[in-house]
């Protein structure tokens, strides 16, 4: 269908030019985070993008059209809309048939990035295996679309209200790399080290790079999870975490919160739990990541 991707200007010429792309996430903005913090991040993270050698892409549905970059006005009247649809693999065509507005999960973000051929993505956190999964079946469309889109996304591991072990059992069924970066302990989102250890470490984006482009010259569907720990300055250890997400979880149970509003349900009241705090330290973790995800889009540049 013609002119349905919509790429910014910034990023049109960064393309023209061979000059390297990190997909950015709209989800976190919509259904992340708070007004007005959510602009501020959004435009931090393109910043951190820019300072560190690559072009941003924020990925969002707007008008019709999947935009591939969002300029200042639209990304601000994102921020302000925070009953966007969340769009995964499911409803990122019927929000653009209806013409309607949606923010991209790192499920729909991975299937736009792709279309858009960009390799890397930086997100916070992606979806999982939510805790009672057995009870509920609530596991992210996000693990689906690792084992299926060439895609590298950057995170700081699943979110800690997730059940990790599950998630990584999950990631292993479907044939997705998890690697965690510079450590050997797979991180937990707020805090570095989940009390699990990732199944594989790497310690350069170089390396990083040449195993994305080695899954394609075997011709492996699916994308790359790579776990940066949250900057040490920033964490909140799992210890004093815990009990804070437990208390959040059992909020949702008790209100029968389900389905797409369980995360930002979660999200939202850690973030008054913690007295802002675990928002401190999402912002934090996100900048990381976009620094991460910028040296892995250079090292792929480099290395075609
Ligand atoms: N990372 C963050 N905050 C977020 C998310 C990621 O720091 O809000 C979003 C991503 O868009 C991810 C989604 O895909 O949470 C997971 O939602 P669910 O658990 O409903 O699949
Ligand atoms: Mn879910």
Redesign the pocket.
């Known amino acids: 269908m013609k002119d349905l991707l919509a790429y910014a200007p910034e990023v049109a010429a960064a393309r023209a030019a061979g000059v390297p792309i990190v997909a950015l ?1 709209s ?2 903005i919509t ?2 985070m708070p007004y007005p913090q959510n602009l501020a991040t959004a435009r931090a993270v393109e910043a951190e993008v820019r300072a560190a050698g690559a072009v941003p892409a924020t990925i969002a549905v707007m008008g019709g059209r999947l935009r591939i970059g969002l300029g200042d006005d639209a990304l601000d009247a994102l921020a302000r809309t925070p009953e966007a649809m969340k769009l ?1 693999r499911a409803d990122l065509a019927v929000c653009l048939a209806r013409g309607a507005t949606g923010a991209t ?3 729909a973000t991975m299937i736009a990035a792709h279309l858009a051929g960009i390799a890397v993505f930086a ?5 999982g295996v939510h805790r009672g999964a057995e009870q509920s079946f609530d596991i ?3 693990l689906r679309e690792l084992a299926q889109t060439p895609v590298t996304v950057v995170a700081a591991g699943a ?1 800690a209200i997730l059940d990790l072990p599950k998630t990584l059992e999950v990631l292993e069924t479907f044939g997705v790399p998890v690697i965690a970066f510079g450590q050997d302990a797979l991180p937990a989102f707020w805090s570095r080290d989940s009390g699990l250890r990732a199944p594989l470490r790497m310690d350069s984006a170089a390396e990083i790079a040449a195993a994305h482009r080695m899954r394609a010259a075997l011709g492996l569907p699916g994308g790359q999870l790579v776990a940066n720990p949250i900057p040490a300055e920033a964490e909140i250890a799992r210890a004093e975490i815990t009990p804070v997400i437990e208390r959040a979880l059992a909020e949702v149970a008790a209100q029968g919160i389900a389905a ?1 509003a ?3 349900f979660l ?1 939202a009241r850690i973030f008054a739990l913690t007295e802002g705090r675990s928002l401190a330290a ?1 912002i934090a973790l ?1 900048l990381a990541n976009a620094r991460l995800a910028a040296a892995i889009a250079r090292e792929i540049a480099t290395q075609a």
Do not use: F, R
């Open positions: 996430e989800t976190i259904h992340g995964s999960t790192v499920a997100t916070g956190g992606i979806g992210s469309a996000d979110k797409k369980v995360t930002p999200l999402n996100v």
